[in-house]
């Protein structure tokens, strides 16, 4: 009996110091944190309590106050959710480097601003980390390279086209300027592309509801109200929410859409056997379903069903919104200098003249500089996503000696520090000229990072790049962009830069060689 006493005593003894040398090691831990963030400036907060808690607003005014930041730190500062949840908000070069060119297995994207995508996304670059983001990194790459984007342009210019004759059919046969919301109709023109080149459906989302579209539009919108109500963090009681049940229908649409798709594609892969099956399809156009089904990593090994879903479902969140908003984000600068905007329209004219069909071909694409400069710099000033977000499973040094501490929530702002002064002289001005090839020598290459950068960059930048091109260069050669004068903007930054009441302009038609 004394014996039995004796052990259960060294069992609770040992126990115990277990339980204080682990509490030792987060104390530790604790103190190192604070220290490293010590080095960093710490803004006017709320106190101990509530730190910057409500200070951050998804807002015009909270916009204006990451440029206020940005000028005042230049390297970062502290920021403080709650007492025990610092994030380092991080806006130059020197402080970003260490963050977005660390190995994507160190610096994850964080669960907390990326998790609500998960149900909807799955397993997607967006998402996935470890040998599962590799994997699926050199698996899609080649879907990106040159001659397979060249083969998109086609169905860019269609697309444009169809926008184009809705925006030409509303200003009636006068062609007099009429006001549009532009961002909604170019979601629906990137939407429309994009069904396209994935999954080579026709949808006709432009002229036309469309199920599919609706419930992609509608999780977008589901997602940033989630993140506006603390209580819907959690999943049991937002599930039970109206906007969960909505949300998990609409996931519902999306993931059946895609599921179908995938599945007909497989079952006709097998069916024809895999050469017969690149036979029947030479010389024709392969869309992102096509080449996904087909990749193979160094072992063999193919994606799976839910693993090509997951690609698809991220490509068709990730593809559509923030070109829409860089597009219109453009449009509104241009509306704003009709300078820059008549010297693009002379560019592009000047690339159309004598074509009988004015289609915007890939070559082309290496004439448009001054467009090019044009569409960086609205990049540069309106980031059509302001921010991303970190979680470092290691501690990582800066270039001035100090540390990102390890377990740090590091919220890289794009926006910050494409307004930061020490990058950019006069941030606020909309100067294209930035970009000429004089004038971006010697500029840090992450002081420009609307794509982000890094290991974890976007893989689609090139088809987004491309996409604006030809888009921009046939709305500047077929209509003149004026100011709606009568709703000025006030910028919204959600999933992407939006506006609290849309982004109005008035389109004007101009005369065929105009």
Known sequence: MAAAVALALLALLALALRCLRGSLSLLTRARDTCGHLRRFPRPPWR?????????????????????????????????????????????????????????????????????????????????????????????????????????????????????????????????????????????????DSLQRCIFSHESHCQQQPSEYIKAILELSKLVVRRQQHFLHYSWWLYRLSGDGRRFTQACATVHGFTAAVVQRRRQALQRLGHQAWLDQHRGQRMDFIDLLLLAKDEDGNTLLDEDIAAEANTFMFAGHDTTASGLAWLFYNLACHQQHQDRCRQEVQELLKGRDVE??????????????????????????????????????????????????????????????????????????????????????????????????????????????????????????IRLDTARPPRRKPELILRTEDGLWLLLEPLPKGA
């Open 47 to 191: 106190g101990w309590v509530l730190g910057h808690t409500g200070m951050a607003k998804s807002t015009e005014e909270g916009l204006q106050q990451a440029e206020a930041l940005a000028e005042r730190y230049r390297r970062g500062c502290q920021w403080w959710l709650l007492p025990w949840l610092p994030v380092l908000r991080l806006f130059h070069p020197d402080t970003l480097r260490p963050v977005l060119t660390a190995a994507a297995s160190i610096a994850p994207k964080d669960e907390l601003f990326y998790g609500f995508l998960k149900p909807w996304l799955g397993d997607g670059l967006l998402l996935s980390h470890g040998r599962k983001w590799m994997q699926h990194r050199r698996l899609l790459t080649p879907a990106f390279h040159g001659e397979l984007l060249k083969s998109y342009l086609g169905i860019f210019n269609q697309s444009t086209h169809v926008m184009h004759d809705k925006w030409r059919a509303a200003a009636g046969p006068m062609g007099a300027a009429v006001a549009l919301e532009v961002l909604d109709q170019l979601s629906l023109l990137t939407l």
């Open 359 to 480: 289609d915007i071909k890939w070559e082309d694409l290496a004439r448009l500089p001054f467009t090019t400069m044009c569409i960086k710099e609205s990049l540069r000033l309106h980031p059509p996503v302001t921010a991303v977000s970190r979680r470092c499973n290691q501690d990582l040094a800066t270039h001035d000696g100090r540390i990102i501490p390890k377990g740090v929530i590091c919220l890289m702002s794009i926006y910050g520090t494409h307004h930061n002064p020490e990058m950019w002289p006069d941030p606020q001005v909309y100067n294209p000229l930035r970009f000429s090839p004089e004038n971006s020598q010697g500029q840090p290459p992450l002081s420009f990072i609307p794509f982000s950068a890094g290991p974890r960059n976007c893989i689609g930048q090139r088809f987004a790049m491309a996409e604006m091109k030809v888009v921009a260069a046939l709305t500047v050669a077929r209509f003149r």
